[in-house]
């Protein structure tokens, strides 16, 4: 494959500068100076096996692949906020001063643009810090120019977007979602049906960037954004980063299923006291939250091949807003199994993470696949990309995997198949010829 090499600056452009993006933006400072390891990313510290076991080629991701370098990266963002990188992250109190202080100089020359923010869509927002425009179409010239502008005043080669902004209520695609044409008419009529997160997408999509959703936001799935994907040859990417509780749920569900354990019924509940969690008190920004958790069991454990061991389970998920607990979200669930006759059993998991912490390094390695994707000519939905989403997006006639092993599996194949080599498998037949 033809790969061109990343050459100059990327720009990062990120909707939302709050938490999550503020503390991947102070990590990455951090370590291009050597004081932090960019620990969770797959980009910087994962390897890749290469030929057969015993030829022991094993390089680092970051060394076999024409993967930016950190000192190549640009931060830019959008905020309802007006608050810099640096008082963003003070706020949102997920890094210990002496880290922030030691890049405040760096934080404080980011600041955010004006944010499209139509409050009907996340409810429990109220920012002043926001676009304004007579129909959706001029809100997406607006971040059009926003792209242009800031690419040119940076001096970047190109660039790519991860939205890190908050959860919208739950949308379903309509009418005006069906082609380009239908959609940029509803944008002139700034039609109701047309999310913040669309426009951002939309936006972006026309400036021929890269994009990754990091919500449950339907932000790209619909058929005009895939249309306009492939049109102008952009990869996209999403939805939902997976962090903590699901990142478990897809870690464990596929174990019990190797060893056809049976579940009769898994409860799950979050307590979180960040902006995410303040929007997420919102029954209808809960709603599209909670789609995007509950396809994980059915998707791993495909109840319709093995009714006698999931067919029946009573699957609960409740994500309830604790001030107190900040960042540090806490997620516990309650799993009931049965194993050998029948007999039941039960597991008990609390996981008490730091969502931020988790999520840093997913938007890191997604800026810098979803670019190098990019430039070696891929388009549309990049399925190998689904290990850091909660509800993968799929090629239409395609049905996401959940699993994380074989999610793993994929992006590491791809990368292969990118290097010119072959996929792996572990038959190991030819080993015993």
């Given at each position: 494959m033809d790969i061109q090499p990343a050459r100059g600056k990327l720009a990062v452009l990120l909707p939302g500068l709050g938490a999550v993006a503020t503390t991947f933006i102070a990590g990455v400072m951090l370590a291009r100076r050597g004081i932090g390891v960019p620990v969770g990313s797959l980009s910087q510290l994962g390897t890749i096996r290469l030929g057969k076991r015993d030829e022991a080629k094993t390089p680092k991701i970051s060394d076999a692949l024409p993967i930016a370098k950190l000192d190549q990266l640009e931060f830019g963002a959008w905020d309802l906020f007006e608050d810099d990188a640096y008082a963003s992250a003070k706020h949102a109190n997920v890094l210990k001063p002496e880290h922030l202080e030691a890049i405040k100089e760096e934080l404080l020359q980011i600041k955010p643009m004006k944010a499209v923010f139509y409050p009907e869509f996340v409810k429990r927002l109220h920012g002043t810090h926001v676009k304004t425009g007579p129909t959706k179409a001029d809100m997406v010239e607006q971040l059009r120019a926003d792209i242009r502008n800031f690419i040119r005043d940076k001096g970047c080669d190109r660039a790519v977007a991860v939205w890190c902004g908050s959860t919208e209520i739950y949308t379903e695609p309509t009418a005006p979602h069906a082609t380009i044409k239908t959609f940029e008419r509803a944008l002139v009529d700034s039609h109701p049906a047309i999310t913040n997160s669309q426009m951002y997408a939309w936006a972006l999509?026309?400036?021929?960037?890269?994009?990754?959703?990091?919500?449950?936001?339907?932000?790209?799935?619909?058929?005009?954004?895939?249309?306009?994907?492939?049109?102008?040859?952009?990869?996209?990417?999403?939805?939902?980063?997976?962090?903590?509780?699901?990142?478990?749920?897809?870690?464990?569900?596929?174990?019990?299923?190797?060893?056809?354990?049976?579940?009769?019924?898994?409860?799950?509940?979050?307590?979180?006291?960040?902006?995410?969690?303040?929007?997420?008190?919102?029954?209808?920004?809960?709603?599209?939250?909670?789609?995007?958790?509950?396809?994980?069991?059915?998707?791993?454990?495909?109840?319709?091949?093995?009714?006698?061991?999931?067919?029946?389970?009573?699957?609960?998920?409740?994500?309830?807003?604790?001030?107190?607990?900040?960042?540090?979200?806490?997620?516990?669930?309650?799993?009931?199994?049965?194993?050998?006759?029948?007999?039941?059993?039960?597991?008990?998991?609390?996981?008490?993470?730091?969502?931020?912490?988790?999520?840093?390094?997913?938007?890191?390695?997604?800026?810098?696949?979803?670019?190098?994707?990019?430039?070696?000519?891929?388009?549309?939905?990049?399925?190998?990309?689904?290990?850091?989403?909660?509800?993968?997006?799929?090629?239409?006639?395609?049905?996401?995997?959940?699993?994380?092993?074989?999610?793993?599996?994929?992006?590491?194949?791809?990368?292969?198949?990118m290097l010119g080599g072959e996929a792996i498998n572990e038959l190991g037949a030819d080993y015993y010829e």
């Open positions: 999509l026309k400036e021929k960037v890269p994009f990754a959703n990091g919500s449950p936001n339907v932000a790209l799935d619909f058929p005009a954004a895939r249309e306009l994907a492939r049109l102008n040859e952009v990869p996209i990417c999403g939805k939902d980063f997976k962090t903590g509780q699901t990142l478990m749920k897809t870690i464990i569900a596929p174990g019990l299923k190797a060893r056809m354990i049976g579940i009769r019924g898994w409860y799950s509940t979050n307590i979180l006291g960040n902006r995410d969690g303040e929007v997420l008190d919102d029954p209808d920004s809960f709603r599209a939250k909670e789609v995007s958790k509950l396809g994980v069991l059915e998707s791993v454990l495909k109840p319709k091949e093995h009714p006698e061991l999931y067919g029946n389970i009573t699957h609960k998920i409740r994500i309830d807003y604790y001030p107190p607990r900040g960042d540090d979200k806490e997620g516990w669930d309650n799993i009931d199994i049965f194993g050998w006759m029948g007999y039941p059993m039960q597991m008990k998991i609390d996981f008490l993470c730091r969502d931020s912490i988790l999520a840093a390094p997913i938007v890191l390695d997604l800026a810098l696949f979803i670019d190098l994707a990019h430039r070696a000519g891929m388009r549309d939905t990049q399925e190998w990309l689904g290990f850091y989403f909660k509800s993968p997006m799929a090629l239409t006639e395609r049905e996401p995997d959940h699993d994380l092993f074989l999610q793993l599996k994929t992006l590491k194949n791809t990368l292969r198949w």
